[in-house]
């Protein structure tokens, strides 16, 4: 019997028909590959560049100079605080000595008197809140000898003392716990944008954090070196004049700027830490301020209060030793040293170092004395 399947058709497949399916087949595969590659290559696009990252870190050490300058604001209102209410412990303390005194002073009338039966009424005085109210009520005051009324008055003086200084120390106390926590608050901040700082920072490969480092160092050279010419010069004028004019409050600017620029020079290379004074480490304000104070002037611990002390002038006429200011906050301060440039204790990560002064934004400047 024939069979009734129907016979397979065969498909004949040409050169052309072969070359077309091996050139899809190719076209495909190649398509993928590039998907795949752009997709490898997309998160590399989207990384920032060094100068980006550069600018936001800036900003972030920015950010962290103002918070900085908070947290000294705040810890130097907490030291004084602390002081505050520990005075007003130790006084509450003696007041409450005082006190106990003048009691135990009743307490001995009034043992005196329950032994001879003559007024036992006066040991209850020391159980009042009260004593002038208990002997009115009691018409007792007549048989009151003076040294008893005499005993009675101080007590009430040192138990009214005593109270004020208590209060006074609550009071102190809890100013000292609101400014911890606003210290607390200050050291958070920091805190949080170094972190954030360090974050962008560790994203860059070795070779990008080689060639900043490079540049940094690059930069830093030449502004000391234009800092030393300016100093020369600045000493050769002053030869010229045949001495430095005198400066109220004792000794020659020239020789109170020598100070601060010594002072200055002495701490190249040490690091910044923030709301750190020296001997081992400063932030910026804490550099001025230990500048200046070797050259007998006392500066407050601030920028924001730095920037109010002294005689402000004009950035065409800066001279050495005068405070340069930066930022529209006034976040940052350096020394000035001449020749355009300015020892400063920069940022976290870096050094006490010159600096070109125009490498801010420049707020003002003041001439301390």
Request: glycine share 6%; aromatic share 6%.
């Amino acid at each position: 019997m024939a069979s009734h399947r129907k016979p397979r058709t065969r498909i004949l497949k040409s050169a052309s028909t072969k070359r077309g399916v091996l050139g899809v087949t190719t076209a495909a595969l190649a398509s993928v590959s590039l998907l795949s590659q752009s997709a490898q290559a997309a998160p590399n696009d989207d990384k920032p560049s060094i100068s980006e990252v550069k600018k936001k870190v800036d900003k972030l050490y920015q950010q962290a100079e103002t918070s900085t300058q908070k947290y000294n604001e705040a810890k130097e209102k907490t030291d004084a605080q602390r002081e505050k209410a520990d005075r007003s412990l130790d006084e509450a303390a003696k007041r409450t000595a005082k006190l106990n005194d003048a009691r135990r002073t009743l307490g001995n009338y009034a043992t005196a008197q329950y032994r001879t039966g003559s007024m036992s009424e006066t040991a209850t005085l020391l159980l009042t809140e009260d004593p002038q109210q208990f002997f009115q009520q009691s018409h007792m005051l007549d048989r009151v000898s003076g040294r008893q009324k005499e005993a009675v008055t101080e007590f009430e003086k040192q138990q009214k003392a005593a109270k004020e200084k208590r209060e006074a120390a609550t009071d102190e106390l809890a100013s000292l716990t609101a400014s911890q926590k606003a210290l607390k608050k200050n050291k958070q901040e920091v805190q949080d944008k170094l972190a954030e700082a360090r974050k962008l920072l560790s994203k860059l490969t070795a070779e990008e954090k080689a060639r900043l480092a490079k540049i940094e160092k690059q930069k830093q050279e030449a502004a000391r070196k234009a800092a030393e010419r300016a100093e020369k010069a600045r000493h050769d004028a002053e030869k010229g004049k045949g001495g430095s004019h005198s400066r109220p409050g004792g000794g020659s600017h020239s020789t109170q700027v020598d100070k601060v620029l010594a002072y200055a020079k002495s701490q190249l290379g040490k690091p910044y830490v923030w709301g750190a004074t020296g001997p081992s480490s400063f932030d910026c304000s804490g550099l001025t301020q230990g500048a200046w104070k070797a050259a007998g002037i006392s500066l407050p611990r601030t920028t924001w209060d730095q920037v109010k002390v002294g005689t402000k002038v004009a950035k065409s006429e800066m001279k050495p030793g005068d405070l340069v200011f930066f930022y529209d906050d006034i976040s940052h301060v350096g020394i000035y040293v001449g020749g355009g440039q300015m020892i400063h204790a920069p940022k976290p990560g870096a050094d006490v170092t010159y600096e070109n002064v125009s490498y801010m934004p420049y707020h003002s400047a003041v001439r301390p004395g």
